[in-house]
């Protein structure tokens, strides 16, 4: 395997051929690999081709259609039992980051790198992902379903870079076509994921009730797979004072409404734990633990067993969504994560 080769994730945005451009000054040799997925534009492909061009490295795309296929599935059938599902965690060790590492293996390269903003470095002897220099722009949430086997070929270039505004003007000082392009947001979907259901879960399109939190019903809902936990925008419901979703009941189509404080808890049960670090076994540990992308990582106490964890959090948290992930981090360091199956009331997350 070639050490001194690299292939990196094109997505025909400003990060990745920033990326590129750095291990290219590191002395790699980098192949830019564009994916389709199936929904992007077209001018996406273009772009990262463009970018890949006036870097001088070769490129290819990989058709990654049949493989994102799954994802969407994954989103419909989640909608559809009333969860809101997290493509991209879903995604990048299933599909993203497989096709990556299955495509550097037959090229003999030694490592995959993408545009990501987070860091890899060296923790206790072992690899481990890190938060983002540039904390606004951090993504390492969405990488916690990364097997920890694999994190020792990853190199992430633009995490180090604590400016967003910083890579643009890398990107310009450059020449790169990309330097101003605006950041990409669910590109993976277009913008209709409506469709997505249409197709593949119709069933969560199907109206329902919305009850108030004695039960009465007090309007009517468009499909629950419209509605999340601690939604208030698009209920159609006036009570007197806000009014968010509280609970998703998809076999009978209800959606629940109450007061914000009806959505906050201080606990939550997790399954399908992925560590990118031991965690100890039935021994609580303290960490922050974040329940969505964007949202700022609380204090906490985690219970880790088997492929289940529990928290408890110091303070009550908005709207803990099952479907979700909760990622757990020490310090800027990620431990892992694991999917969230409800917001839960006991002093165990049971």
């Not at 259901?197 to 969560?204: H, I, K, M, S, V």
Request: charged share 20%; aromatic share 6%; glycine share 10%.
């Amino acid at each position: 395997m070639n050490r001194q080769t690299a292939i990196v994730a094109m997505s025909g945005g400003v990060d990745s051929a920033v990326a590129a451009h750095r291990l290219v000054e590191e002395g790699f040799d980098v192949l830019g690999v564009y994916m389709h997925l199936g929904a992007a534009a077209p001018s996406a492909a273009d772009d990262a081709r463009r970018a890949a061009a006036q870097l001088g490295i070769a490129f290819e795309a990989l058709d990654a259609t049949s493989s994102f296929a799954g994802i969407l599935d994954y989103v419909a059938a989640e909608y559809a039992r009333g969860r809101t599902p997290n493509p991209c965690v879903r995604c990048n060790p299933r599909v993203k980051f497989a096709c990556l590492l299955a495509l550097a293996d037959r090229r003999g390269a030694a490592w995959v790198a993408t545009g990501h903003h987070a860091r890899i470095a060296t923790v206790a002897g072992r690899p481990a992902i890190l938060r983002s220099s540039d904390r606004a722009k951090d993504q390492s949430y969405v990488l916690c379903g990364l097997p920890a086997a694999v994190l020792g070929r990853l190199r992430f270039p633009v995490g180090d870079i604590a400016d967003k505004a910083e890579i643009r003007r890398l990107a310009e000082s450059l020449g790169l076509h990309v330097a101003d392009k605006p950041d990409s947001q669910d590109i993976c979907f277009g913008d209709a994921y409506v469709h997505i259901l249409a197709e593949r879960a119709p069933q969560a399109l199907c109206g329902g009730a919305i009850l108030d939190p004695d039960g009465r019903q007090v309007g009517r809902h468009e499909g629950v797979g419209r509605y999340t936990i601690g939604q208030r925008r698009g209920l159609g419901v006036a009570l007197g004072e806000p009014m968010y979703v509280t609970a998703i009941d998809a076999e009978a189509r209800t959606i629940t409404i109450g007061p914000r404080a009806a959505t906050e808890s201080r606990h939550l049960a997790a399954s399908g734990a992925n560590w990118h670090a031991d965690a100890p076994e039935g021994t609580p540990f303290r960490a922050h633990v974040q329940i969505r992308y964007g949202h700022s990582a609380q204090p906490a106490t985690v219970r880790a067993a088997g492929d289940r964890f529990a928290v408890t959090f110091d303070q009550p948290v908005h709207a803990i969504t099952p479907g979700q992930v909760a990622a757990v981090y020490n310090g800027d360091r990620l431990l892992g994560g694991g999917w969230i199956d409800a917001a839960a009331r006991g002093a165990d997350g049971e």
